[in-house]
């Protein structure tokens, strides 16, 4: 369905550039079709090696595209809605910013623009991000096409615009999460006595098993912890000493305090 779709990401910045990664990964998916824009887009050029069509002028972008992808901060989304918002006809305007809603949006959109916002997270890159969406005036087939987009990165789920918020920090701010969670098993693992490469590996892999192991098992994670400790053996003691040092509660404090920061912006 992406095949023939012309799709411009304004203000691709880090997240911006992790979708153009899984789109030009997928097969159908023709460079040409795609717009990226940056006030100073210097360090985009390598992208024009590859066809994409890299420049700082959002109103050809918008103009030129099916889908418009807003990837600026939160603070410029209606300086560039309004920018564009002369050359929007029948396109469809998705807002990546954090806290701006669909409400806010349509306070420079006209009342009849398909918009929505999406969250997904830097494994886009890899295909391998969640992305929440949720929309305004849409239809079915415009829906389909919007959550195949974020698919062809990953997985998309469509959800309420109530828990956009939420989902921010679940899937996005919660990539960095895990990964500060690696960084600690790594650290845990050259005290034990393995070099920083090989605990990295070991790190990687296990984090990697231990969700494939809930995908596809369908598994809630209690399930699979009872499956790895045994009484009086080695995993319990560690899991209950990272308890007694408030290791769920700190991660539930950190989920807490980054929705407490979404919901002030």
């Not at 997240?15 to 040409?32: A, C, E, M, W």
């Not at 918020?165 to 393995?194: D, K, N, P």
């Amino acid at each position: 369905m992406l095949k023939n779709i012309k799709i411009a990401i304004i203000g691709c910045g880090n997240l911006g550039t992790s979708i153009v990664n899984g789109l030009l990964k997928q097969g159908d998916f023709s460079p040409q079709n795609l717009h990226v824009t940056k006030r100073n887009p210097s360090n985009l050029l390598y992208l024009q090696d590859l066809g994409v069509r890299v420049h700082a002028d959002n109103i050809i972008a918008a103009k030129e595209s099916d889908i418009v992808i807003l990837g600026v901060k939160p603070f410029n989304v209606a300086a560039v809605l309004k920018e564009i918002k002369p050359v929007l006809k029948k396109q469809v305007v998705v807002s990546l910013a954090t806290g701006v809603t669909l409400e806010e949006m349509f306070a420079v959109l006209d009342p009849g623009t398909t918009a929505f916002r999406a969250m997904p997270n830097i494994a886009a890159d890899i295909q391998e991000s969640i992305t929440c969406i949720c929309g305004k005036n849409t239809d079915e087939r415009t829906e389909s096409q919007i959550t195949e987009l974020f698919n062809s990165i990953g997985f998309a789920i469509t959800i309420d615009e109530s828990l956009m918020e939420a989902a921010t920090v679940l899937g996005a701010c919660g990539i960095a999460y895990v990964l500060r969670f690696m960084r600690a098993m790594i650290q845990g693992g050259i005290q034990i006595g393995f070099d920083a490469k090989t605990a990295n590996l070991i790190v990687n892999q296990t984090v990697k098993g231990a969700a494939e192991l809930m995908i596809q098992k369908d598994m809630h994670p209690e399930e699979a912890i009872d499956k790895v400790t045994t009484p009086k053996g080695c995993t319990i003691v560690g899991l209950n000493e990272m308890e007694h040092h408030g290791f769920s509660a700190a991660m539930v404090k950190g989920v807490l305090a980054s929705y407490e920061k979404i919901e002030k912006i």
